[in-house]
């Protein structure tokens, strides 16, 4: 009997253990695991897919903006050029009229740009007798002389000035033309004076070649540049053509008694050692001193512009300076106009003048030389 009793208690425990396992006790704890699981699984998805929106939405914003925020570095970028140009410009004029060696020091941020020199970007040929007794050509044969031709022969000796030297030389009256040599270096700008038998001017020639500072900026479309030559300025983007900003600075009025004047400075940057690069750039800018080229009465002026910073600014210029005789001429009213108009043939290939050329001026003309150097 007793080991019946404790047999019974033993399959009592062990069926009891056994119906644990099958009425599904175990299975139930698991399921409740499994349940407690998925709701972990599903935060983990649903962030990633959050993050997902987030980072496609943020990336359709950056696209939709990139144009935005393009033109907005271009401009800031352009608007600090034009301003490094402006105050180029300023520092300059202040010292071009300015006696020899007086100067001024400036610092210039230049971040985003860089600044150049252009060498001979603009050739500028003056002519005009300086009486009215003798009408006279001056024409540069080659390095070593030059070719003078006096209509009444007044001619008898010539000066000749270049930036490096000058010399006097004297030569025979003639109707024919006069093959003047001389030993000068002439350079890209030089002046030559015509003398008569009692040393009196009577005629000046002037070829001045200039150059100027260059501003390039880098932005999205490639380099804008901004040309700064002889008091203009110049602008361009790289797949524009060159455009005129503003021109160099010719006045050309009417005085009190019916005159015409014309006052011309042209203006020369000569750059002394490399100029100054940084984002702190200091430059110095000294005058050479103004050359005083023509002052006073003078007949037969003539004048011719080349440009060679691009092919259109030359056509464009001569253009705005042929408007009003082109009007005229349309309308059949040349006899009324006053200012400028073409030496001799229509086109302008000759030179252009002022009233034809057929009457006395009051001509003003300087050579302003400035130095710029770190």
Known sequence: ????????????????????RETGLVVSVRS?????DDPAVSEVIGVVMLLAMVITMMGGVFVFLTPYVSDFQDNTAWSNADGIAER?????????????????????????SSITPILNSEEWTISADLTPD???TVIEQNQ???EVTSVNETAASAFIWTQSGHQHIDFLSAST??????????????????????????????????????????????????????????DRFSDEPWSITYPPDM????????????????????????????????????????????????????????STLGPTITPQLSETWLTDYTLH?????????????????????DGLTVDGGNSVIDLEVDLQIVEVSE
């Not at 180029?88 to 971040?111: F, K, P």
Request: proline share 2%; net charge negative.
């Open 177 to 234: 033309q006069i093959i003047v040599n001389h030993e000068l270096n002439l350079g890209n700008t030089y002046y030559v004076t015509i003398y008569d038998t009692n040393g009196k001017e009577i005629h000046r020639h002037v070829k001045a070649s200039l150059s100027g500072l260059m501003v390039k900026t880098e932005v999205n479309t490639g380099q804008h540049e901004i040309a700064l030559v002889n008091d203009g300025r110049y």
């Open 32 to 36: 409740k695991r499994k349940e407690l």
């Open 144 to 146: 070593s002389s030059f």
């Open 134 to 136: 003798d009408i006279i």
């Open 1 to 20: 009997m007793r080991e019946l009793v404790y047999y019974d208690e033993h399959f009592f425990a062990h069926t009891w253990s056994n119906h644990k």
């Open 251 to 306: 006045n050309i009025d009417e005085l009190f008694d019916g005159t015409m004047r014309v006052s011309l400075s042209l203006r020369t940057i000569n750059t002394v050692g490399g100029l100054p690069d940084g984002r702190r750039a200091s430059f110095d800018f000294t005058s050479a001193g103004p050359i005083s080229l023509f002052t006073g009465d003078a007949w037969n002026f003539r004048f011719g512009f080349e």
């Open 329 to 349: 001429r349309a309308a059949g009213t040349l006899d009324q106009h006053r200012g400028i108009s073409p030496w001799q043939r229509t086109s302008g290939i």
């Open 88 to 112: 180029l410009d300023n520092r300059i004029d202040v010292v071009a009229g300015e006696i020899n060696d007086t100067g001024l020091r400036t610092t210039i941020s230049t971040i985003t």
